[in-house]
């Protein structure tokens, strides 16, 4: 069975760092695209970053802030938060399309980040 879990959340202030990470279990390739999704207060999930062989992307939002990296050997998926504002609040969840399952599409329960002003 395929789980991911997620953990690093919490609150910290504006200008603050934090680190996500997301284990995954499974069969994960390295071709696999793992990402990072969010969700604030009445609005909907939106992509934050994903990752790839030879490929990162990011929202707008976060360029130049967040970083996406993956360790293969843990099956395991990181998102380091730099310079955090408070518009970068909400629930982040994991998401992983495992080739394995048949590009099904993945997602962890959600770890809450909350950055105060």
């Known amino acids: 069975q395929v789980q991911l879990v997620e953990s690093g959340g919490g609150l910290v202030q504006t200008g603050g760092s934090l680190r996500l990470s997301c284990a995954a279990s499974g069969t994960i390739f390295s071709s696999d695209t793992m990402g990072w999704y969010r969700q604030a207060p009445g609005k909907e999930r939106e992509p934050v970053a994903t990752?790839?062989?030879?490929?990162?992307n990011y929202a707008d939002s976060v360029k130049g802030r967040f970083r996406i990296s993956r360790d293969n050997a843990k099956n395991t998926v990181y998102l380091q938060m730099n310079s955090l504002k408070p518009e970068d609040t909400g629930v982040y969840y994991c998401?992983?399309?495992?080739?394995?399952?048949?590009?099904?599409?993945?997602w962890g329960q959600g770890t809450q980040v909350t950055v105060s002003s």
């Open positions: 998401n992983a399309v495992l080739n394995y399952y048949g590009s099904k599409s993945y």
């Open positions: 990752i790839s062989i030879g490929s990162t």
